[in-house]
């Protein structure tokens, strides 16, 4: 199944429904953690998307979930 394409700011509010916590910014890049430790890093520059690969590494890697997980999320 295709991942949609995903602003910063988009990614931030699907990972939010994830029970993902805002931490803070650095730069242009928002850190965003969970309760039982796991971290994710989403680059917010202005209106730029995510590109694919980001993405996908930050489903299976950061988020520890799968792709059909994440897309009920969306």
């Known amino acids: 199944m295709k991942l949609p394409v995903l602003t910063g700011k988009e990614l931030?509010?699907?990972?939010e429904k994830?029970?993902?916590v805002y931490s803070h910014t650095t730069g242009s890049h928002m850190?965003?953690?969970?309760?039982d430790g796991r971290r994710t890093t989403i680059p917010s520059h202005s209106g730029e998307e995510i590109?694919?690969?980001l993405l996908v590494k930050i489903i299976k890697k950061d988020l520890g979930i799968?792709?059909?997980e994440f897309l009920k999320h969306v």
């Open 12 to 15: 931030g509010r699907v990972i």
């Open 18 to 20: 994830l029970g993902f």
């Open 31 to 35: 850190v965003y953690k969970h309760p």
């Open 51 to 53: 590109s694919n690969g």
């Open 66 to 68: 799968t792709r059909e």
